[in-house]
């Protein structure tokens, strides 16, 4: 199975890099073909909010990294998104490449209702946040960056089959246990 997974966190040692890490190893290991995209090292301009991809099928701006990225989406039959929480959401640049995508992603019926692009494919939820566990849940913390991206990657189609949220990043640092889930998570692809 092909794999994309995007990492929206810019701290190459962070908890969510070294989640994603275990994560992809366990899942090559597994024999599925992995591929990571980080989204600090991308190029992409914010949406003009024209609406004109919606109707022509295709971004009206210049190329840029929106449309690799959309590929390797279309590529991929499994997408994971590791994301800390950034004011109780995903962070800016991950919320832009996807405000970019949304002519890939989801199409419209005559009425005006999303249509899935993407249906029968699986996603998993990687977030991260200092506020610490029950509280990252309870105050919507990594619990906001999961009904986030549910937002965007379930109108897609994706069927989200399983999410980690570790909260307390700042006074709990990973341990190995944590590696581990995120090992179990991608095995059970
Ligand atoms: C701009 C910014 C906003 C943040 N907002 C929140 C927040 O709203 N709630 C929270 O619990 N942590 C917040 N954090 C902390 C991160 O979620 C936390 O440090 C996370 O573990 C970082 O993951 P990383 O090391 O993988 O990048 C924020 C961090 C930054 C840089």
Redesign the pocket.
Known sequence: MNILIINA???PS????QMLAAFAQAAAESGHTVETITTSRLSVRHCIGCMSCRTKGQCCLPPDDAQAVLEKIRWCQALVVGA?????NMPGELKVLFDRMVYGLIGESRLGMPQPLHKGKAAYIIS????PFPF?ILYR?TRGVVRALREILGYSGFRIKGKIERGG??NRPLTPRDLDRCRKLARRI
């Open positions: 966190s810019p701290k962070g908890s969510i890099s800390p929480c950034y004011w109780g991260t946040s200092t506020t990252n913390q990043t700042k």
